[in-house]
C-alpha cells in the first residue's frame, strides 16, 4: 500500500481566507470526498494562522493589556463544536458538543507538564502558566500572521486509530466541521475588568485539513461492508444551586466506560470578565468554594458502582487544603482507564485556596478539579448499560447564597459503526 498526504482547504470560506466569529463566520466545513482510500483517522490535523485583536480597529493587545486566553487549552478554545458526517448518507457519526469544556479536563489527564511546555506548546500554544500563555499567543505581536498551529483533534472516531473507508458503497467521505466559540468565551479579562476590551476577538487565516490516505493494493484491501469500532464522548450540562444537588441524566449508552463532569459558576460563561474554560469547584456567590462534602453515584436510583456514600476528607476536617484522592483516582480512571498516568493533575491546580470572586488565576495551568466514576477499569469495553436506565449523581455541598453553578457532563463509551452498500447504522 502506498500512502497519499492529502491538504483540503475548507469549503465553507469566502476568497479574502479569513474566518471569525465576530465577523459571521461560526461554522469550518473540510469534506474528505467520496474516493476508493481508506484514511487514517489518527492522521488528522488542523493547520491555519490565529491572530488576536483588542477592539474593532484591529489594535493588538500588549503585556500591559490584560486579554488572556484559557492556558488548559490556548488555541483549542476557539472549537465550540465537533461534528463527524457521512458524506454519503449525511448520518452523524459524532457529535462532541461543549467540545472546549470536554478538553479542558481531558488533556490535562492524559498530558503532563512537561508535554506542555513541548510539543502542546509548539503544535497549538499551549504552556502551563496563564501569564506566558497571554504573553505568547494573544500578545504575539513578531509577525503579521501571528501565530500558526496545526492539532489534532480528539474525539472517539478520530482518536480511535482505524481505517475508515470513503469509498462509495461504504461511508462515501467524510464531512468535519467545526463550530467556532464565541469571542468572550475564548478570551477573558486576567483582572475582571472589561474596560477597553468589549470588542476583542480573535481571527483565523489559511485554515487547512492535513489526513493520510492509504491506497489499497486491489479491491478486497477496500471493504464495502464492515464495522469500526470506538470510544466516543457525548456530553450533558446542567445547572446546581443548592446544597443538596442531585442531577439525573438518560445517558442512552449501552456500553458506557465511565463518566467525568467538570463545573463552573454559570455567570463565567460567555463572559469576557471570566475564564468560561475555568474548571473549578462548586463556587458561592463572594467567589468562596463550596465543599464538596459527600458524593453518591446511582444506576436508575440504587447506588452504584459502590455501594456507600463516598465521604471526602473536607467532611471530616473542614480545614484541608487538599482534595480527596480517592476524587482525583475516579476521575483520572473514567477518562483514561487507569491505563496513562501522565497528567498535569497536582495538589498545586487542585486545591481548596483559590477563589472565583476574579477569575481564579492558578500555577500550573489553573484549577482542574473533575469528578469521575469509571465503569470500566480493565480495558473490556463493556461497561455499564445505561440505554434504558438514568445516570445519577447526588452531591451535598458548602453552597450558603444563591450561586448557579454550571455542570458539563461528558460520556465515555464504546460505540460501532456498521456499513454496507445499503447504508450505515450506529450503535450506542
Known amino acids: 500500500m502506498s500512502i497519499i498526504y492529502n491538504e483540503i482547504q475548507p469549503s465553507n470560506i469566502n476568497s479574502t481566507q479569513k474566518v471569525s466569529y465576530k465577523q459571521g463566520n461560526p461554522i469550518v466545513n473540510f469534506l474528505i470526498g467520496t474516493q476508493p482510500h481508506l484514511l487514517d483517522a489518527g492522521s488528522v490535523r488542523v493547520s491555519g494562522d490565529i491572530t488576536f485583536y483588542k477592539d474593532s480597529l484591529k489594535t493588538k493587545p500588549t503585556t500591559g493589556d490584560q486579554l488572556g486566553i484559557d492556558e488548559k487549552l490556548a488555541i483549542y478554545s476557539i472549537f465550540e463544536k465537533v461534528t463527524i458526517t457521512s458524506q454519503r448518507s449525511r448520518q452523524v457519526i459524532e457529535s462532541v458538543n461543549h467540545y472546549g469544556r470536554f478538553l479542558s479536563t481531558y488533556l490535562p489527564q492524559i498530558n503532563s507538564k512537561a508535554d506542555k511546555f513541548t510539543h502542546g506548546n509548539v503544535l497549538g500554544g499551549a504552556l502551563p502558566n496563564y501569564e506566558t500563555t497571554k504573553r505568547e499567543l494573544v500578545d504575539f505581536p513578531a509577525t503579521e500572521h501571528g501565530s500558526r498551529f496545526c492539532m489534532n483533534l480528539p474525539t472517539g472516531f478520530l482518536s480511535s486509530g482505524n481505517m475508515i473507508p470513503l469509498s462509495?458503497?461504504?461511508?462515501?467521505?467524510?464531512?468535519?466541521?467545526?463550530?467556532?466559540?464565541?469571542?468572550?468565551?475564548?478570551?477573558?479579562?486576567?483582572?475582571?475588568?472589561?474596560?477597553?476590551?468589549?470588542?476583542?476577538?480573535?481571527?483565523?487565516?489559511?485554515?487547512?485539513?492535513?489526513?493520510?490516505?492509504?491506497?489499497?493494493?486491489?479491491?478486497?484491501?477496500?471493504?464495502?461492508?464492515?464495522?469500526?469500532?470506538?470510544?466516543?464522548?457525548?456530553?450533558?450540562f446542567n445547572v446546581i444551586n443548592s446544597a443538596n444537588a442531585v442531577v439525573n441524566f438518560n445517558l442512552g449508552t449501552s456500553r458506557t466506560l465511565g463518566v467525568f463532569m467538570n463545573m463552573c459558576p454559570s455567570k463565567y460563561l460567555n463572559n469576557l470578565a471570566y475564564n468560561s474554560f475555568a474548571t473549578t469547584t462548586p463556587l458561592n456567590s463572594d467567589g468562596s468554594q463550596a465543599p464538596i462534602n459527600s458524593i453518591i453515584i446511582t444506576k436508575a436510583g440504587a447506588?452504584?458502582?459502590?455501594?456507600?456514600?463516598?465521604?471526602?476528607?473536607?467532611?471530616?476536617?473542614?480545614?484541608?487544603?487538599?482534595?480527596?484522592?480517592?476524587?482525583?483516582?475516579?476521575?483520572?480512571?473514567?477518562?483514561?482507564g487507569g491505563n496513562?498516568?501522565?497528567?498535569?493533575?497536582?495538589?498545586?491546580?487542585?486545591?481548596?485556596?483559590?477563589?472565583?470572586?476574579?477569575?481564579?488565576?492558578?500555577?500550573?495551568?489553573?484549577?482542574?478539579?473533575?469528578?469521575?466514576?469509571?465503569?470500566?477499569?480493565?480495558?473490556?469495553?463493556?461497561?455499564?448499560?445505561?440505554?434504558?436506565?438514568?445516570?445519577?449523581?447526588?452531591?451535598?455541598?458548602?453552597?450558603?447564597?444563591?450561586?448557579?453553578?454550571?455542570?458539563?457532563l461528558f460520556v465515555h463509551s464504546r460505540q460501532t459503526l456498521l456499513f454496507n452498500a445499503q447504508g450505515i447504522q450506529l450503535i450506542m
Do not use: W
Request: glycine share 8%; net charge negative.
Open 303 to 336: 447506588r452504584m458502582p459502590f455501594a456507600f456514600n463516598l465521604d471526602t476528607n473536607v467532611k471530616d476536617s473542614t480545614k484541608t487544603n487538599v482534595v480527596d484522592p480517592q476524587i482525583i483516582t475516579f476521575a483520572r480512571d473514567s477518562i483514561g
Open 168 to 236: 462509495s458503497d461504504s461511508l462515501g467521505g467524510v464531512e468535519i466541521s467545526l463550530n467556532l466559540a464565541p469571542d468572550s468565551q475564548v478570551l477573558y479579562a486576567q483582572n475582571g475588568s472589561t474596560a477597553g476590551l468589549t470588542d476583542a476577538y480573535y481571527e483565523l487565516s489559511n485554515l487547512r485539513l492535513h489526513c493520510e490516505l492509504i491506497v489499497p493494493q486491489s479491491a478486497a484491501d477496500l471493504p464495502a461492508q464492515g464495522q469500526l469500532t470506538y470510544n466516543a464522548i457525548t456530553s450533558y
Open 340 to 408: 496513562n498516568l501522565r497528567s498535569q493533575v497536582s495538589p498545586i491546580n487542585t486545591n481548596r485556596t483559590y477563589t472565583g470572586a476574579l477569575p481564579p488565576l492558578t500555577a500550573d495551568g489553573g484549577p482542574m478539579e473533575c469528578i469521575g466514576v469509571p465503569f470500566d477499569t480493565v480495558g473490556t469495553g463493556i461497561g455499564e448499560d445505561f440505554s434504558n436506565v438514568p445516570f445519577g449523581i447526588q452531591m451535598e455541598l458548602g453552597l450558603t447564597s444563591d450561586s448557579p453553578n454550571a455542570l458539563f
